[in-house]
């Protein structure tokens, strides 16, 4: 099995930062990518931004020049430093990755999901 437990979620102020790891493990050979989705109260979940094992990235439009999305392959982890925070950007932000596990299966995996609560 894959683990992914994100932190770094909190209550920030419009325009404020922060800071959102998230750490894989478990019976892991290789992860391909990994990423960041959110969901809003009442939304869809939607993807904010995802790094490809050969730090190829893909952003929203909405987070462009405010989010940046980090990779350490060595730790399996993956960031994401958000900037400029505005209320809109309030939901749950939700890890992923694409891995390849050491029993030679593909899985798609998720973490529990950390709060991120911009006030105005």
């Known amino acids: 099995q894959v683990q992914l437990v994100e932190s770094g979620g909190g209550l920030v102020q419009a325009g404020g930062s922060l800071s959102l790891s998230c750490a894989a493990s478990g019976s892991i050979f290789r992860v391909v990518a990994m990423g960041w989705y959110r969901q809003a109260p009442g939304k869809e979940r939607e993807l904010v931004a995802s790094?490809?094992?050969?730090?190829?990235?893909n952003y929203a439009d909405s987070v462009k020049g405010r989010f940046t999305i980090s990779r350490d392959n060595a730790k399996n982890m993956v960031y994401l430093q958000v900037n400029i925070l505005k209320p809109e950007d309030t939901a749950v932000y939700y890890c992923?990755?694409?891995?390849?596990?050491?029993?030679?299966?593909?899985?798609?995996?998720w973490g529990q999901g950390t709060q991120v609560t911009v006030s105005s």
């Open positions: 992923n990755a694409y891995v390849y596990t050491d029993h030679q299966t593909w899985g798609n995996y």
């Open positions: 790094l490809n094992s050969g730090g190829g990235t």
